[in-house]
């Protein structure tokens, strides 16, 4: 009967921890060719948090926006942008500069959120504005959703 209860308890942890976990979405690649966008199935009120999954290479540091549209079926609900290299919570940071040329990796959270006004699929198209600069590369930069 001891076994039993301990167990239980096991277990009742383990359901409370994975309770608490953050989901994380499919990324969606910014720099590919079509863009793409998310249909996501969201539930009222369920905060969804953006993250940047990122790794460039430049000279002179670059100016971006990251714009995002939200709809609902074919109705749009809201237009925002952010400057998607201020991202807060940085993870997984490299910073390597060789012969003027920074290499920097990082995985960090945008500003800003997206909290459903109910339950139903919305579509997020987002949409990266970047400068071009002659010393500019992006190897990789996708944008990660994670449900709260």
């Not at 910073?95 to 960090?108: C, E, S, V």
């Amino acid at each position: 009967m001891n076994i039993n209860i301990k167990t239980f308890f096991f277990t009742l942890i383990l359901l409370f921890i994975l309770a608490c976990t953050k989901k994380e979405s499919p990324r969606l690649n910014l720099i590919a060719t079509p863009p793409q966008q998310a249909n996501l199935s969201c539930e009222k009120h369920h905060q969804i948090d953006f993250y940047l999954d990122c790794d460039i290479e430049f000279r002179q540091f670059p100016v971006m926006v990251l714009d995002f549209e939200f709809y609902k079926g074919n109705q749009q609900l809201m237009k925002g942008g952010t400057d998607p290299l201020k991202c807060t919570n940085i993870t997984k940071e490299s910073k390597k500069i060789k012969k003027g040329i920074t290499r920097w990796k990082f995985y960090g959270k945008l500003e800003g959120n997206f909290i459903p006004p109910s339950d139903t699929i919305f579509n997020i198209v987002p949409t990266l504005i970047k400068n071009n600069q002659q010393d500019f590369i992006i190897h990789k930069m996708d944008l990660v959703f994670v449900y709260k």
